[in-house]
């Protein structure tokens, strides 16, 4: 090919390839652009085996760990300066003579935001507006050049996508300085691997089997992601439910990437092991069994063919029986405001009924109303309300769950493709590389160089001085 339909040479740039909806959209978006002919890299500073997708191991995409000589955290501070160097490491090596030369990233740059850094660390974004926690100044000291330096450096720029008209009204609403409108492109889904037919002898799938009629939730364990409403609401449901058999032996699974090095992934997990006891509900914890496979902290009650089953890190092959499985009813997305949700494309791309919250990504993904037209429901993160929902969802009638599901599959086949978003993405792609070479500007860099040096100068010393290193 040549001119603009030529194959282009991209590289994908994220700086944890691990298991989640941001992680998700990367691998799915690059197999769409090898699928069209594009050649296609991912960098990243972290990939580990055993807490990764299936793709970016097994040889179906190009990945490359360049390993920074910074940690991730100095006795559980700094993240944010670390995740700076380790980045800036990565774009180093991007940009030397080690690398090969790419026509998207080097000479131009697309942009893809999944929600801005600066609302993910100073908040939670609650019905359209920022809710503060409450900082210190030196905190707001120690964020201040990095809030400044995300907003200059993502106004160079040459195209900017988001993964919703949810995150692109934040983004103009919060990056007052950029003037260019996000472009909407929806993450798509490889709807090909949710119908791959899966071993029956795989002993992965024997761990999660169950005659147990099943509700599932699909996410990270972060407490942000709210995976407690799910518990809250199925103990509710289990006592409507009593005198229902055979739905009085509902189960839920709990399944979602897991990190031990996170802090926030162990103490997520306890939490809601401790929620599940404190409403009398069984459960046991599990993991995929492979050579660097985590290892389940030790716990107490553990018990098999529980009511709760926390899956860590599901393998493909899980997910893809737990969301054809004959036994399960629905899938609970707890998360509020999210940014854009793959979870629930993934279950309407299966024919599962979605419970999800009424703010979001989700209110563009699922159509909640009128009846006729329903692929899931939307209603406020409140138990009481998801309890008696879910009644009415487990409660279908086979002809009801039938139209809901073509329903499903029709919508996420035509608008949350992977070659609907990759298709989308290429013209982004042609139409950077058009723009030709970058006119260097000597005023940015002198910005640049400023800015990272604010970063990581200034920052560290402030917090020394006043004792907190």
Known sequence: MSGHN???????????????????????AALGLQA??????????????????????????????????????????????????RQLHLTGYLLSSRAPRYDVYFTRVVFYCHFPDKLLANGAFIDGNLK?????????IYRFPMDWLEEITTRQADIILANSKFTARVFKSYFTTINQKPRIVY?????????????????????????RPTLISLNRFEKKKDAALAIKS?????????????????????????????????????????LAKSHSLTFNVITPSSQNQVKIPPLNGMRPDPEILFLLNFT?????????GRSTLALLYTPANEHFGIGPVEAMSCGVPVL??????PTESIVDSPADQRTGWLVEPNEQMW??????????????????SNRSKQRATSLFSMEAMASSIEDALKEVVGMGQVDSSFLVWVVMIFGFLLSYAIGPWVLAGLGWM
């Open 187 to 211: 993450p798509g889904i490889n709807l090909s691997a949710y119908d791959a037919g899966i071993d029956p002898t795989d002993p992965d799938l024997h761990a999660i089997q169950s005659t």
């Open 316 to 324: 493909t092959s899980q997910r893809t029986a737990l969301l054809h």
């Open 132 to 140: 503060k926690k409450n900082t210190s100044l030196i905190k707001a």
């Open 234 to 274: 199925f103990a509710l449901l289990k006592d409507k439910l009593v005198n229902r058999p055979p739905l009085n032996k509902l189960r839920l699974v709990i399944a979602g990437g897991y990190d031990p090095r996170l802090e926030d992934n162990m103490l997520t997990l306890y939490s809601l092991i401790d």
């Open 36 to 85: 069209l002919g594009h050649h296609v890299d991912i960098y990243t500073s972290h990939h580990d085996p055993s807490h990764c997708f299936e793709e970016t191991k097994n040889g179906s995409l190009n990945v490359h760990h360049i390993k920074p000589p910074f940690p991730r955290a100095v006795k559980g501070k700094f993240h944010i300066l670390l995740a700076h160097a």
């Open 387 to 404: 309890a008696q929902t879910l009644v009415e969802i487990v409660s279908m009638s086979e002809a009801d769950r039938m139209a809901l």
């Open 356 to 361: 999800a919250c009424n703010s979001g990504g």
């Open 6 to 28: 030529r194959p282009l040479r991209v590289a994908f740039i994220h700086p944890d390839l691990g298991i989640g909806g941001a992680e998700r959209l990367v691998v799915d």
